[in-house]
């Protein structure tokens, strides 16, 4: 899909605030309402804007930690990844999994309450996902780039 420089401002401002209108939007970009808004269900219908979401504080939700796990595999075979993936999937403080090429086959990112609650995490979940050799752990100390969009 082409995306021209109409659609780059739409999507930035929607990445900066996701509650503006479409009426608010088309102010801005200096279009009609009803052009913005059809611009946007295009946007939408062909995937480039996935969905809408709250971005949550994780200190005001009580999980301010942020881990991250370097897991390896004991085999990188089809049903080891999708035992692993399936299993990553079904636990709610994982983040994050990405399939990494390199000294590892996954990077999880994790929010948890503390260390002690990060063990809890390792002993219940990530110790017991399937097909795990290995896992290092590392604590983010502070987010220095905490970009949640892409650049337009």
Known sequence: MDIDKLDRELLRLLQADGRLTNAELAQRIGLSASACFRRLQRLEQSGV???????????????????????????????????????????????????MSGDFDYLLRVAVADMRDYERVHRRHVAAFPHVARVRTAFAMRAVVPRRGYPL
């Open 49 to 99: 804007i996935a969905g809408y979401a709250a971005l949550l504080d994780g200190e005001a939700i009580g999980r301010p930690t942020t881990v991250f796990v370097e897991v390896t595999l004991d085999n990188q075979g089809s049903a080891a990844l999708d035992a692993f993936e399936r299993a990553v999937a079904a636990c709610p403080d994982v983040l994050e999994c990405h399939l």
